[in-house]
């Protein structure tokens, strides 16, 4: 069965960047993007971007370029999302999601930004 | 960006038909989708491109809309479909998404 596997919360300090994996499984990886989302009480879901994971070829959205770098390892069929220069705003679950209509999420990642 | 509008939420007793709202600030054609998030876990594609059921999603539930009008329904209401309701527009770029409906039951 599909399954996206992300990897365990985070807890970093302002300024820092965290890494955050998806590893699929259960489907020909390449075949396929990979989406990121965010979720926040706040400002409740946002896209961030996706990466072609055949190509490696990105699309963000504006608001995230700077902030999120994309990028994937078809070896191990994970994809990986680096948040950069983090401040408290950037603490949320983030999301990885399969295709468009995303019928498939990861479980989500918990990234908390405090001193 | 396509600003999604839903109503902020609904409470209706089970049984009962529920309809929920999702006007988009401009077209995004069919490419409008559903999803169901609980809390403490991930949205759930329930309905794909307006009016297509997800796989193993009941019958229960439905879409309907084109263009900037969207609505689904849940009918009949059930205990367990307490959840927030989103709605998501992959026509336009960037992606969006509605600010969701809390369904509540009496």
Known sequence: QVQLQQSGAELAKPGSSVKISCKASGYTFTSYYISWIKQTTGQGLEYIGYINTGSGGTNYNEKFKGKATLTVDKSSSTAFMQLSSLTPDDSAVYYCARGWGFAYWGQGTLVTVSS | ?106
């Open chain 2, 1 to 106: 960006d396509t600003v999604l509008t839903q109503s902020p939420a609904l409470a209706v007793s089970p049984g009962e038909r529920v309809t929920i709202s999702c006007r988009a600030s401009e077209s995004v054609s069919t490419l409008m989708h559903w999803y169901q998030q609980k809390p403490g876990q991930q949205p759930k594609l329930l309905i794909y491109k307006a009016s297509n059921l997800a796989s193993g999603v009941p019958a229960r539930f439905s879409g309907s809309g084109s263009g900037t009008d969207f609505t689904f329904t849940i009918d009949p209401v059930e205990a367990d479909d307490i959840a927030t309701y989103y709605c998501h527009q992959s026509w336009n770029s960037p992606l969006t998404f509605g600010s969701g409906t809390k369904l509540e039951i009496k």
